[in-house]
Nanobody
């Protein structure tokens, strides 16, 4: 029943910034932890960040810690990932997800968006 739609992907130079967002359907979004995964060609899906339903707690992958910031606005049914100091290794399709464990978010999620492409030029 939950539908997630990403936006904001695009092309950016290394060292630049980009913000990707996710619009969610359904009520009571605060019940769900939400976050982001990414997948580059030929590689496995990788956990990026998660935020608790209340927005109080966040967890980041070590590779993006200090550069990416996840946030949410439950009143607007939106969730975003601000990506700064982007590197070529950050290039991937970024997927919005909901319902993952805050303790073990890397295990996956029951709800997924269609993905948005992020390209980082060297």
């Amino acid at each position: 029943q939950v539908q997630l739609v990403e936006s904001g992907g695009g092309l950016v130079q290394a060292g630049g910034s980009l913000r990707v967002s996710c619009a969610a359907s359904g009520r009571a979004l605060s019940r769900y932890n939400m976050g982001w995964f990414r997948q580059a060609p030929g590689k496995e899906r990788e956990f990026v960040a998660v935020i608790s339903g209340s927005g109080v707690s966040t967890v980041y992958a070590e590779s993006v810690k200090g550069r990416f910031t996840i946030s949410r606005d439950n009143a607007k049914n939106t969730m975003s990932l601000q990506m700064n100091s982007l590197k070529p290794d950050d290039a991937a399709v970024y997927y919005c997800a909901a319902g993952m464990s805050i303790q073990s978010p890397q295990t996956g999620a029951p709800f997924w968006g269609q993905g948005t492409q992020v390209t980082v030029s060297a």
